[in-house]
Each structure stands twice: as C-alpha cells, then as structure tokens.
C-alpha cells in the first residue's frame, strides 16, 4: 500500500500523456535519424573512425590527429566487439547507447526539482538544434554530458563520492570536464552547508570543512591527478596541440551568449518586464552593457586556423564571417548578446548554489580558441537543467520552436551540405 502510494506521488495523473510523448519524440526521432544518415563519417567523425579502425585491426597506439584521452573510443570499440558491429553505420548505434544515458540523467535530475515540468524540458535538451545531431554521431560531446548529468544527479542526490567517480572517469572522455569536476565538487560543498560561515565558531568551521573534504576526497584526488597529467603532457591536448593551445579569448563568452539568444527567444521575452526593473532599480547597469560592448568590439576575434573563412562548410564559420565583416554587423550581434545577458540574470535558478554554472561556463570557455558551438553543450544542458521553468505549456512551446531548425539542420549535416 505504502510503494502504491509512492508510485501515484511520482506520477501525476493529470500529465499522464507526456510519458508517451517523450517516448514517441524519442522513438520516432531515433528511427529517423539513423535512417537519414549516411555510410561514410560527417566531418570530423573521421578522426575517431580512424583511431577505432586502429582498434579493430588489433593495434592500440593513439593516432597523432586525436586531441583526447582514448576513454570514448575504448569504450565504444568495446561495445562494437560485444556486438560485432564493424561498419561505422553499425558503430554509431554504439555510441548512441553511450549517448542515450545524457537525456536519462537529465530528466532524473530535473525530475527532482520540478516533475510538472521534466518532461518537456527533457525535451528541449533532446532535440535542441546545437545538440540533437551528436547523440547519433561519432563524437565524444553527448557520452561525456551523459557523464556530467549522470554525476549531476548524484550530487543533486547526496551521493558525492560516486558522484566525483563517475566524472573523474569522464575525463578520459575529454579532458575538458575539469572544470565540471570542479563544479560538481562546489555544488556538493554547498548542498553540505560548506559556505555557510556565519553559523558555527573557528574551531567548529575547521571540524566541518575536514568533515566535508572527507565526504569528497575523490573530487581532490582527481584534480590532483589531473594536475599530475598537465605536468606531464605539457598541456591539455594529446594530439594536434598546436590548434589548442590554452589563453584567454572573450569571444566565446560572446558567441556563446549570441547562441543563448536565439535557443531561448520566448524566455527572453518573457523576461523583458523583469530586465526593465531591474535596469530601473540598476540605473549603472546600463554603464555596465557600455562596457561590455567596449570589451567586445576590442576583443572580438575569430582568427583561429579552424575559423577560417575558407572552412565555409562549417555554419559557425559563415556566420563568423558575417559578424566580423565590418563595425555595424558586429554592433547589431551585439543586441541579442545584451538582451541574452540581462535575461540570464535574472532568470531564477533552482537554488542558490546553481548560480555556479556562470562562473564556471566562462571558466570552461575562455581558454580555447577555437569558437566551436560543441563547446557550449555542457553549459547549455547544465543551464536548462538549472533554471526554474515558467509553465508547462510555455516549456511545450519552447520545443516546438526547436523542431523545425533541428530537422533542417540534421538533413543538411546527413547529406553533407554543410555541419555545424
């Protein structure tokens, strides 16, 4: 009687239709997009295709190209062999099954904070245009937020040290996932009450932080080893280093809010009285968005060899190339940039601690050159995942929206017109 009663609390009867809606999406889109795309690698699903094909002829050294740790690669070889799968058709579905568990996670954790809402924010993850094409691609991005939301949900859970686990072993994914790592370890730090100073004298502070790093020792034994593997790989990159090495470029804060903009108009909008108040009870704000334009103007810059306009295959490229053509393009891109700006901040989270992730957005961005929307998945999954959402059907609304951008965009990559 007691599990029956559990059951009903966790499911609402009065949205009992949107299991199957997620379910249909989910299915539906699985059957599409596999038959839609085509035998041979899309882009850079070259690189990893190269280094499992090393794999399955039975040699294990890292080919020079491959910028990451071989975790993604070991583990999708490893499924290929379970299943005898050798063409790269075949080995997408293996990559899709280490995919799937990203969307798995999220709706979990979402789940926990609002269970009205998870599902159609579920789906504003899966079928974000930025996002939908890599759960079927050969491409480490969507196995290794699978990592990150699978650790988020555990923090979220009050399990820390499995938590710290599972994403330490993510950074044989990319190792780029430091700065999540950390993250998740803050996260848990404060859902413990670390940051709280005011409640307890010096000698009861010390007792409690001991306590907390105790209850997250792996968090600090991963950063420790990773800080042992800079040291001996000189750098982050394995391969290609050349293309990635670490410095300080603002425009992919930049990029990444333009990006921002366009995913969540409707929520922009919704945030236009909010932003008015606060520009009123703010009256230096708008000093603020001087200054932030004057740092943008100055420090725009997509010279990076891989932003080329030459590399006109890449959307991001073109769009690049628009943007920097002259003053009054990158005036005008910095509009929806302002507007994105003002709208997150005062976007409410779900709780306090979660105003984390700006930092460390900014943190996981600044030191690559490389402008390459892949790169602001995490930050943008973590973001949906985070927020508060307004209602159910406005959440409905935003994915419709998503829809058609990500069909066009997914059967422009599968029949090789262009990638993203």
Known sequence: NGMFKCCLATFDLRYRQDPFVLLFVLLSSIVAAFTLLPDDTLSDEGFHWHQL???????????????????????????????????????????????????????????????????????????????FPFFFLLYTDIPSLAMVMASTWLVTT????LAALIVGISLLFRQTNIVWLVMLWVLSLADMGAFNFSSYGIADFFHRCLNHLRRTALFFTFCLLFAVFLFLNEGVAIGDAGSHEIGIYPTQIFFLLFVLFFLFIPLHIANFPKIAILLKKNPLLPFSGALLFAIYIITFDTSHGYNVPEMDFFLRNNLLELIRTNFLTKTLTFIPIIIAFFSLAVTPLHRRSHYWIYPFMALSLLPTGLIEQRYFIIPIALFMLFRKPLDRGFEYFQVTLYVPFTVYIFQGIAQHRFFL
């Open 158 to 161: 009050g399990r820390y040290q």
């Open 53 to 131: 094909l090393e794999y399955f002829a039975g040699r294990f050294d890292l080919v020079d190209s491959l910028t990451m740790l071989p975790g993604y690669h070991l583990a999708v070889y490893g499924l290929s062999e379970l299943f005898s799968l050798t063409e790269i058709a075949e080995v997408r579905y293996a990559c899709f099954a280490l995919a799937i568990p990203a969307l798995l996670f999220f709706f979990l954790t979402a789940r926990h904070y609002d269970k009205t809402n998870s599902y159609p924010v579920s789906l504003q993850l899966f079928l974000c245009p930025i996002i």
